[in-house]
């Protein structure tokens, strides 16, 4: 089944312990992204990924940081998380730019 | 300066009525545009998008209008029905010249009423 994964699907944690959400796509997909999705606030883009060892800043970079060293992985780290990044967190793939796929969500709540 | 402006941000219809969100945008380098449609607990799937090249999109129920010189585009869901109920979010997107780099608006939570 050709699908998006993200892991943990939820998450709580302390401000500033270091954490990973790892996000995995089956799809062969060129382009993977991080979104964050707040009440009242939409889907914000944090970072995005054209290929491997390619990434780019989204709206709200500030506070995270991604990696691609292989093209199916696109793991967000959060290096000393704060409680303003308390947020639903989704993962994205599409072949080419255009039709986006997400993941289930991942909700972290940081105390 | 928020790049995709969604209104409204929330709509009750009837049953059988229809549903129409708007969202505007000002970069005119944009050059794909789509719906998503999320269910609670979910994540966002494409619904219907359009490429400014054509004024009008429709599949079944859903159609997309693009107004290219007003910078606006539409949702237009027909006959809406409880199962419709879930929030819509549009998007827009650079495809051909900086594909991946999205901006979404705030979303507008439809509620269906029998």
């Known amino acids: 089944e050709a699908q998006v994964t993200q892991n943990p699907r939820y998450l709580i944690t302390v401000t500033g312990k270091k954490l990973t959400v790892t996000c995995s796509q089956n799809?062969?997909?060129?382009?993977m992204s991080w979104y964050r999705q707040d009440p009242g606030l939409g889907l914000r883009q944090i970072y995005y990924?054209?290929?491997?060892?390619?990434?780019d800043k989204g709206d709200v970079p500030e506070g995270y940081k991604v990696s691609r060293k292989e093209k199916r992985n696109f793991p967000l780290i959060l290096e000393s998380p704060s409680p303003n990044q308390t947020s639903l967190y989704f993962c994205?793939?599409?072949?080419?730019?255009?039709?986006?796929?997400f993941g289930p969500g991942t909700r972290l709540t940081v105390l | 300066q928020q790049q995709v402006k969604q209104s409204p941000q929330s709509l009750i219809v009837q049953k059988g009525g229809i549903s129409i969100i708007n969202c505007a945008y000002e970069?005119?380098?944009?050059?794909?545009f789509p719906w998503y449609q999320q269910f609670p607990g979910k994540g966002p799937a494409l619904l219907i998008a359009?490429?400014?090249?054509?004024s009008e999109k429709k599949e079944g129920r859903f159609t997309i209008s693009f107004n290219k010189s007003a910078k606006q585009f539409s949702l237009h869901i027909m006959d809406s029905q409880p199962g419709d109920s879930a929030t819509y979010f549009c998007?827009?997107?650079?495809?051909?010249?900086?594909?991946?780099?999205?901006?979404f608006g705030d979303g507008t939570t439809l509620t269906v009423k029998p």
């Open positions: 994205a793939s599409s072949l080419s730019g255009g039709e986006q796929f």
């Open positions: 799809m062969n997909h060129e382009y």
């Open positions: 990924s054209m290929n491997v060892e390619v990434t």
């Open positions: 970069n005119t380098a944009f050059d794909y």
């Open positions: 359009i490429r400014p090249d054509v």
């Open positions: 998007a827009a997107e650079e495809a051909n010249t900086n594909a991946g780099k999205s901006t």
